[in-house]
């Protein structure tokens, strides 16, 4: 599956600022609701019909309600009028070219990532974009497609494990965001492999011209692959540093050290990339010189043959000339004689070749 | 059409700071005045010959004052005069090869921007300056040109869609300058169309020599638009991220979120046209190896050919001298015994060639 | 004329600081002082032998002291001692090679400029080291050569234009300081010409060897010219910028709006110094590419041909063997069958290397 | 030994946050606890089984626990319940694709650092995590791999050389980070080294293509180490400055001027990595040069005997032809004029080429 | 003589910090002391054989120890007794591979800096690492090497010239790095008539193949001396920057202006580094295209020899053919119409080339 890097804003243009309309690909997919509720005694699950049939946050209980497909623009606004969202966030939502970024309103917060997550049993990345809005007691989730990506948390939440359960609604949104962050790992695993398999191609056969057009465009590639990523990382990184300083009081003293943790990740995963952008040109570099080296080895000995034997033809081709008066044709010496010069001057050639290591 | 991108400064060298003189190249168009006076109840909608017919402002109403062609210095001059404005602002105006900027004074923001207009059914951008002046109850805009960048306002103004006729002088002014931001949205996409098809072209046939030249002409005239947009957009995002911390209280508190909506735009502008310029400079390297690959590819079955030929020739050279005593050529199997030989060394030298993988 | 880009600090080496000692070229030059001294009512203008001639300042008048040509030592020690100039000032607008700064003491400003001009008919820059001391009656100007830099605005002066006459002696200063600036965007269209004229050339004629070298030279020498006016151009800006926050009270706050749009201009200078470097690069790349295709198309058509010729010419070697039994020869069909088999070989190659795309 | 710069984060991906599970790659290895109590007066030095089995700390003693080995979870969770350490701290510890990284917590420092050792006899580096952390009367030092690191340490802790007996824990963790920092300087006197090597070849065979792709690469591998080496240094220099500012009060003041030349020695190591960095890529310039001048150099050579061959070939070729009215063939002077017009023509060529210097 | 740029640190590893060894080249030199005691009335000058024989400082006098060859370990350690030097201070003095740095204690600073000294006939830099205590009324100098770089300031001394005898140890410390920074303008010059001369070489002989080599190798090595110059540049300017915001009250109100002034001079310094790397990198692409041009050139026009002549021989080939039936053979006019064939065939072909422009 190929990337359109176009930024599609063309739709919008003309409109009023705050018109909902979903810009992305993904047209087909029913939008679907999941809601947990759960405290550190007892954990809900449901799909949810309408935004209606949920009760958030009653009794001290946590809510994480979890959108995928977002092509049904009603439901989107059902939602932002239930949970009084600021019709610019709704747009942002809905407008998933969006650039990753952090809003700090009162008591709540918004934040839309870039998720990446790799379809099991292949290597194209699906990229997609993930807004949170998170609150005392409720965290809202809305992906573009319905995947697994977050079923690590869901299992924690079914199963009690670790600290989820007993934390609050700040620890669930650190927990998304952390297996967000996880798949970004994930996916540069697979783009170290393939860094690391290209180089042990180059190093296995330098410079093949027969390997060569299919590893230059690998590498092409793999350049856009990381292009993309790169532009989705850095700002996150500004997101997750951005979260410890927002006033709002969304997130607790206790959460802060996971916080930290997750912002730690984020500047490993930016700079690996930055790893790999360099190990890339590097061996982009070495793969054109080695390429070229090869074409010069090629040439030169190929010239080298050309050239001893244009001189030893020109001999040839006086001695077919057909004067009458060519005294050596004559002599029955001459033709040993000549073959003896031509053999004495393609030895000196190549000795001189060999000694200027032209050969 | 050609940008000219040098620097028009000279004609006012010499005068005296302050002096009026429109810099630009469209030097035959009328300056034409155009005025919206609104409120949420009514909006009325003239042409306005003499800047003394309108009333701007009266009884709370909003009013916006377009004036596009800047030849007519007199009528700059004028609107000067009546609403007091320094004269290094009306200077800015009409000095269209201005750098974007924003000056805050007591109760008035003045801005230059640059936009981008896509003329319908061509490709070629078309730049002008535009200045904005933003008051209590007022918004005066100055265009190069006649063009409908502006309409989408005009519409809602007239339709009383959206909040803007509900709004103050500060929402029109965020309205126009959203608009003006989402034509380079436009613009980056038709940019980004003719990247992809570059890409395209350059998959469908690597490194070909015949569509070769033009590749490369239009990979470099698309890397000139994004040094001029990018040249725009960098002191864009300075003068939008520069209107929230103005003092002068133009902006109010409810427009703030929509400042800071625009200003995350200008922010992806930015980051697209780095995107763009990154991936042009890719696909450079990439098309150039292609080239190289391709000539090398090209040069070395040639070569191949020509070394393989250069040695048989000779020894057909060799039996068509004319010496006497040549016993080999009386000889009844020596004809066949040369092909025989010719051809084990074409084969010996193809069997090399492709076990080195030259061929 | 040849930029000499080697920093003369050695004739000073080993002397105490605060020696005066010329180290420009324009040795020849004799010192020569003029003198403004005028108020908003009147005017008077005189060449000045000896520093005690003139009375600056008396009767809240302005004395603008304009010195050319900086040879004569003692002249300048004796302006020293007159208005008490610390002995590092001196040196400093004696030391021509000086980087563009700004001092500012208790009442008194200096800043040492850069000045680019261009005599009239010719197209080759005239660089000079200006050095300003702005005091709040005064303005001493130093400049190494005598030239018409500044005759905007002793026209100014004498026909009482503008606001001039009726400012102080801050908004002298700031009025010299522009038309230096000026002077920059003069240079900048020439530069901005010779580079439109660059590229005109390459997209007529691209890739032509002919005017090749002649092409890539002009380049560089345009790239050198930069070089120089950006090491200007930088430090430039950081003083311009840097009068603002002076503490010295020489500047009042009715000539603020004019530094800052003073300021305006250096930024625009500095930018388009940049886009010229970065269009410069890119028609550098450009042009290397356009001349390296060509280079290949040629090689390409060339070998070619040589390859098509080189097995034709091994048949017809063949049959010029004078071997003795050789039964093709005397078949009378033979003959027009080696045409057809060498005809059709080369039709053949031909036909491959078009489907090839090689020819 | 080939590095694996894959980043190891997914056998964590899924885990809840704080699992302990080290991804290294030293799986075999037993983990190992090793202890000096010490003060000014004795030392005692003890392998230590048990975590409980010492008494850190009693009686103003100071305590060194060396861990090394961190493939045994469980002996790591109980050190961290014994001390107290945090859940997340003790994962870094354990995650050794962790960036350099400093943690200050109340009374506690927590360090990520890389160190880099050379086995005796061997120049292959060998990269591991150390991990420190430092409280008032202890330090514990986690290492993937038990080597003499930090025998110098331990020496001058037996012999009570210096002032490490006489201080505190902080000096102790300084020298520790002292000596961990001075394995850097002997890697990169290493690497020093062999880069001086590789300009010494260049030098001495310039462009040579034998020795041709076995310098390229070397080149490569060096700058592969340099890009390792600086991802390690960059962070460890924040680390070390960081140091300073920690509010934690384990520094004491008089171990700050300490902590003040090892982070100028840390400068050091960072600014020498940017040195040989940009050494080795002025040495990949040149050898590039090099290469392709000597590469041009022979093509030229080669190319110039073919077309001084060629001409004459061609004359040669007319006077084989076997025309019945050649008048040429009868005269007797024709073949010496022949040899006469082929020995001007190479002549002539020689010299042209000569005077074109491209023989 | 050939720049070691190996860091050697090694023979330190594993000492305690704070121990003594000189890690320089300059091993046989003697350590040598010699002292100017002064003040404006008298000045003393002595070599001092032991240092408890100068009694420094008393009455109020100033007291100038300057030290040549730090290869006595031992004297350099009395120095350190005698004075109370912090033993971190006298290991830095000792450690020469130090990096520029200044330390600011209560009433005493510590500066080391690298100086540039050509030795008199020759171009080969000599560097060495010269450290400054600088303290009320007293400086002692480290150098490695005994030279005449600090004379000027010794006769000042002697001959009582400038300000520097009425002024105090602040002053002779500023005069000290002013002539260490003068000496950097004198290679600078050095510097950049090589430029100049590789320049010109380059215009008068663009891409000559001859002198290419060395001219590629003369660029190679201006831009290693560069980048050691700069290596050092970059801390001096901060050194320098530092010292007017120490608060060690070492330097007074009235030296302040000579400090800037330095440190304008230091600025300088590193501006004049980074141009002199443009331009080389400017010259080496210009070099580089300028041999690129030649080749092709030289190339191209063998090749199109080559190309008109292998058709011909192709047709003289033919002719060459021994069928027994060539009906063109008998013709009388058929050798004269084969020569017209031939030379319409060249001319026609060198008209190609010459309207193609390839020849």
New interface residues.
């Given amino acids: 599956m190929k990337h359109?890097?176009?930024?599609?804003?063309?739709r919008?243009?003309?409109?009023?600022?705050?018109s909902l309309f979903y810009t992305g690909d993904e047209k087909e997919l029913q939008t679907h609701m999941h809601a947990f509720v759960y405290n550190s005694e007892s954990v809900e699950e449901a799909d949810v019909a309408r935004i209606g049939d949920i009760d958030p946050g009653t009794k001290g209980k946590i809510c994480w309600l979890n959108v995928t497909g977002l092509n049904d623009t009603k439901t989107i606004q059902d939602i932002g009028q239930t949970y009084q969202i600021?019709p610019?966030v709704l747009e942002?939502i809905l407008h998933v070219?969006?650039?990753p970024?952090l809003?700090d309103a009162d008591d709540s917060l918004f934040m839309v990532l870039k998720m990446v997550t790799l379809p099991s049993g292949t290597d194209n990345p699906q990229w997609e974009q993930v807004s949170f809005i998170i609150r005392k007691n409720m965290v809202i989730t809305f992906q573009e497609l319905p995947n697994d990506a977050f079923d690590?948390v869901r299992k924690?939440l079914r199963e009690n494990?670790?600290?989820?359960r007993k934390s609050g609604a700040d620890y669930l949104a650190y927990?998304l965001m952390?297996a967000l962050v996880?798949?970004y790992?994930?996916f540069?695993?697979v783009l170290?492999?393939r860094?690391?398999s290209l180089e042990d191609r180059l190093i296995a056969d330098?410079g093949?011209?027969?390997s060569?057009?299919g590893l230059?465009?690998h590498i092409?590639q793999l350049?856009?692959e990381m292009?993309f990523l790169r532009?989705s990382v850095w700002p996150l990184r500004e997101v997750v540093g951005g979260l410890e300083k927002t006033g709002s009081g969304v997130f607790q003293k206790t959460t802060l050290?996971?916080l930290?943790?997750l912002y730690?990740h984020t500047?490993?995963v930016m700079?690996?990339v930055e790893?790999?952008r360099?190990?890339l040109s590097?061996l982009?570099?070495?793969y054109?010189?080695?390429?070229s080296?090869r074409?010069?080895?090629?040439?030169?000995v190929?010239?080298?043959?050309?050239?001893i034997?244009?001189?030893?033809?020109?001999i040839?081709?006086?001695?077919?000339?057909?004067?009458?008066?060519?005294p050596?044709?004559?002599?029955?010496w001459?033709?040993p004689a000549?073959w003896l010069i031509m053999c004495t001057a393609a030895l000196f050639m190549v000795l001189y070749f060999k000694k200027?290591?032209?050969l």
């Avoid at 190929?302 to 050239?307: D, F, H, Q, R, S």
């Fill in positions: 359109s890097f176009i930024t599609r804003h063309r919008k243009a003309g409109m009023a600022p705050g600021h610019l942002d070219d969006q650039r970024k809003d690590s924690r494990a670790g600290r989820i927990a952390d996880d798949h790992f994930v540069l695993e170290g492999e860094l690391e330098p093949n011209a027969g060569g057009p230059i465009h092409y350049r856009r292009i532009r050290p996971f930290k943790d730690d500047v490993q700079e690996t790893l790999y360099d190990m590097g982009r570099d070495n054109l010189s080695a390429l080296n074409m010069n080895a090629v040439m030169q190929l010239t080298v043959i050309a050239t034997f244009i001189p030893l033809t020109f040839a081709g006086v001695y077919g000339m057909n004067f009458e008066w060519m050596e044709l004559r002599l029955k001459a033709y000549v200027k290591r032209w």
